[in-house]
């Protein structure tokens, strides 16, 4: 943060459970407000380091006509880490395991307590949430597509018809964002639609009921982009694109187009990280073709700092209706597992052979 010092105001706005700095972020002398927020999930990154990058155009680009237009119309608020305990473990949840994404009506953690305050304070005109979402959601049912982002307009009401003045803004920006985005996508992966459905304690969802439009991204996963730098690049955009639509038109007028949100194919979730198809099993003297299916985990060195992935089994038999990061078809070939077990379990690590 002491690098962007000189273009933004820092300050500390409250601690955590653990007593851990929470920081706000504020650029540009605009009157139209926007509140960024990210890391409510401690192991969820990208969108932080997004902010940063957004930071570093800032500095670097500070005389550019962009950067100029959008000081003098925009006051950004962003709050880079909101749950510095669980950021500091690398754990979704805060210190007492509460999942701040889930504590937007008892308002218990005192995490959500300072967002709630902030946005009471400065009463923005537009909220964006950062997220990171998993490798599980491909776009449509056609082919390998995964998600490289995900858009969500947090619905009000059960009955998803319903769209408040706030909800039609955030889906009339979401709109723009993605067209902007579809322009420059990699030829593998696309941009999906979020789940709309209702949770009433979740945060995006109970600040859109209040009427502040709300902007969920989800940073998605691209093929072999562990650490998602790629993603992290068109995160930053997707955030760059937003906050340039809403500089340039009249708070009433974002809702524009605003039924287009629905033309983004909603995620699905039929993605595994890895297929190995048609493995013979053995039990006893029965044999058998099953596909195995495979999900990356990470696991996180505190000491080192160093975070690494495995891979585990979590579901065996026909996954025709899955895609996947890496497909294996070794129709036929045998399943050799730890121990000489001739099957596989869910759960199992892969330190299988399949020959």
């Known amino acids: ?31 139209i407000k926007i509140l960024i927020w990210s890391q409510m999930h401690g192991n969820e990154t990208t969108g932080t ?7 570093n155009f800032f500095l670097k680009e500070h005389n550019c006509n962009l950067v100029q237009f959008l000081k003098k119309s925009l006051t950004i608020l962003f709050i880079p880490m909101l749950n510095p305990d669980g950021s500091e473990i690398f754990k979704r949840r805060n210190a007492i395991n509460v999942d701040l994404n889930r504590d937007a009506i008892r308002l218990q953690s005192p995490e959500i307590q300072i967002l ?25 049912y056609q082919n390998f597509n995964p998600a490289i982002l995900s ?18 803004k955030s889906m009339g920006i979401i709109n723009f964002i993605t067209k902007e985005l579809y322009k420059i996508l990699p030829d593998i992966g696309s941009i999906g639609r979020f789940s709309d459905k209702l949770y009433p304690t979740a945060i995006g969802d109970r600040l859109q009921q ?33 906050i340039y639509f809403i500089s340039y038109n009249k708070v009433e007028d974002l809702e524009r187009n605003y039924k287009s949100y629905f033309s983004i194919p909603e995620n699905k979730n039929i993605l595994l990280d890895k297929i190995y198809r048609k493995v013979q099993i053995q039990k006893n003297k029965n044999k058998f073709l099953v596909d195995i299916g495979l999900m990356n985990f990470e696991k996180i060195d505190l000491m080192k700092k160093n975070l690494t992935f495995f891979t585990k089994i979590v579901d065996i038999g026909d996954l025709s209706n899955f895609f996947s990061y890496e497909e294996f078809i070794v129709t036929g070939k045998k399943f050799y597992g730890e121990k000489g077990k001739s099957f596989p ?3 199992n690590i892969e330190y299988f052979k399949i020959l």
């Not at 010092?5 to 500390?12: D, E, F, L, T, Y």
């Not at 009471?120 to 599980?136: A, C």
Request: hydrophobic share 35%; charged share 25%; net charge positive.
């Open 1 to 31: 943060m002491n690098k962007y010092k000189n273009i933004c105001s820092i300050v500390p706005i409250g601690l955590s459970i653990e007593k851990r700095k929470i920081f706000k972020i504020k650029w540009g002398i605009g009157k």
């Open 49 to 55: 380091k997004s902010m940063f990058d957004i930071f």
């Open 116 to 140: 709630f305050k902030e946005i009471e304070k400065n009463k923005p005109n537009i909220l964006f949430n950062l997220h990171d979402q998993r490798s599980i959601y491909n776009v449509g």
């Open 151 to 168: 858009f969500l307009s947090p619905s009000i009401s059960m009955n998803k018809n319903v769209y408040s003045k706030s909800r039609k």
């Open 210 to 242: 209040l009427g502040y439009p709300c902007i969920l991204i989800e940073s998605g996963n691209y093929p072999k982009d562990f650490q998602k730098k790629i993603i992290r690049k068109y995160s930053t955009l997707s955030i760059i694109a937003g």
């Open 345 to 347: 379990e869910i759960g």
